[in-house]
C-alpha cells in the first residue's frame, strides 16, 4: 500500500520508528496531489512551502521524542475554518480576498499537535448546499467516478481523503454535511455533540447547527483526530465544559449488551433499493457482533427537513449580514453611493444557492412571519428533541441509511433545489437536536459508488457511535478498499 493510502495510526508508526520522515510522507502527498488533482480539484488553496516547512519542524519534534498523534500526518482544512496568514474564501466570491489574522480554535489544536497543513479544500459556498456543485472555484469530483458529485458542503475534504490527497481532513455539518460526503466518497465522517468541538474560527452558516467534524479513512483515526479537536473553548460560548475521554479506547470487539434502535421512518418510500440493502447488511453485521436490533420511531421525522430549511436560511441570513463590503470580503469599487455599495457587493459577491436562501431567512424572520414560520419550526425542533429522548430510552443507539441513494452524477439536480434539499432528509435531525453521528462506509452499489451507514446517538456518547463503528467497519471487509483514480 502507497503512502498516501494509508491511516494516521498506520502511518504513526512508519513515522516514529524512523522508516519514513516527515517531509518524505509529506512530499509523497504533493506528489500524489499533482497526480490526480487535475481530475479531482478538491483544493482551491495549496499551502505547499508551509506544509514542507512544518514537516521539517515535525520531524525535529519525531526525533526529540515528543510525537503526538497527529504530529507530521498531512491534513486537508475545508475553506469554512479560519487559517492564519492563508485565504479563507468559504467556498465564495465575497471572501476571495480575506486572509485571517488568527487561526479557529481546532486548527491551533492541530498545529500544536505538529499537524502538517496542505491547503484549504472546496466547499458549498458557505456550507449551503448537498452536492459541492456551489463553489465558485473548483467543483470537486468524486474519486470512485469522476462524473459523479462528491457530496456537500465538505465534499472537498472527503474528496481530497478518498483520493489520497490528505491523510484526513476537517470539514463541518450544518445538516449532514459531513456525513454526505463521507457516505458518497466512502470514507469515515463524524459530526460530534453540539458543544463538543469549538466552533470559534468556524465561519458561521447556521449557529444552532454547525459542528466541527473529521473525515478520516478509518474509524480509528476518527477517534485520534476527535481526540485533539474536542474540548473546552472559553472563546466559544457554546462550548461545553464536558470532559474528554481518549476515544481510542472504545475501539474493541463485540456490542454485547448494546440495543439499535431502527426508526421505521428512515426506511420508507425513496430509499434506493442497493441502500437499504447495504445498510440491512450492515445492521445483521452489528447484531452478529452481539448487538440487539429494536424498531422504534421518530414519528416527527417527515417535518424535519421543513423546519430545517426555515431555522438554517433564517439563522444564514442573521449570519451572513456582516458581508456588506465595508470591513472585508469584496466590494464594488464602481458603486455611487453607499446603498449602492452595499446592494451590488453582496449581489455580486453571493451565488444563488446563498442568495435563496438569505431570502427565505429573511421573509421567515420578516415583521408578522416571524411566529408563522421561524417561532412554529423552532417548536417543531422541540419535538423531534423529544422523539429522540424517547427513542433513546428503548435503545443505545440509532442506525439508519446516510442518504437516501448513492452519489448521482454532476450537473443533475442543479436545476431543482428541492429535490437537493430532500436529499437531507435523513441527516438533518441530527443537528436540530444537536445528537452525535457517524457515517461508515457499508457497500457500494452496482455501479461501485459507495454507501454509508449512519449511526445516531444521545449527546456526548461518541464512544457508543465508535464502539458500534469500528465493530461494523472490522466485519464489513472494506475499510482497505481504495478507488482507482486515471
Known sequence: MELFEQTIHQLRELLDRGEISAVELTENILARMDAVEGRITAHIT??????????????????AGDASALTG????????LCTRGVR??????????FVPPYDATVISRIKAEGAVLLGKVSMDEFAMGYS?????????????????ICGGSSGGSAAAVAAGEAVASLGSDTGGSVRQPA?????????????????????AFASSLDQVGPLTRDVRDSALMLNVIAGYDPRDSTSIRQVVPDYTLALRDGLQGLKLGIPSEYFASGLAPEVEEAVNNGIKLLTEAGAEAVEVSLPHTEYGVAAYYIIAPAEASSNLARYDGVKYGYRDMDAESLAEMYMNSRSQGFGPEVKRRILIGT?????????????????????????????FEKCDLLVSP?????????????????????????????????LPGISVPCGFSSAGLPIGFQIQAPHFQE?????????????AGIVERRPEIA
Open 88 to 97: 479563507t474564501t468559504c467556498g465564495s466570491k465575497i471572501l476571495e480576498p
Open 402 to 434: 446516510v442518504t437516501p441513494a448513492p452519489a448521482w452524477e454532476l450537473g443533475a439536480r442543479m436545476d431543482d433545489p428541492l429535490s437537493m434539499y430532500l436529499s437531507d432528509v435523513l441527516t438533518i435531525c441530527t443537528n436540530l437536536a444537536g
Open 132 to 148: 459541492n456543485e456551489t463553489c465558485p472555484y473548483c467543483v470537486p469530483r468524486n474519486p470512485w467516478n469522476t462524473a459523479h
Open 463 to 475: 464512544e457508543r457511535l465508535f464502539r458500534a463503528a469500528y465493530n461494523l467497519e472490522q466485519r
Open 363 to 391: 421573509y421567515a424572520l420578516s415583521s408578522g412571519y416571524y411566529d408563522a414560520y421561524y417561532k412554529k419550526a423552532s417548536q417543531v425542533r422541540t419535538l423531534i428533541m423529544d422523539d429522540y429522548r424517547q427513542a
Open 183 to 203: 457516505s458518497h466518497c466512502g470514507v469515515v465522517g463524524l459530526k460530534p455533540t453540539y458543544g463538543r468541538v469549538s466552533r470559534f474560527g468556524l465561519l
Open 73 to 80: 500526518i498531512p491534513l486537508a482544512i475545508k475553506d469554512v
Open 46 to 63: 495549496e499551502t505547499r512551502d508551509e506544509a514542507l516547512a512544518q514537516a521539517a519542524r515535525a520531524d525535529k519534534i519525531i526525533a
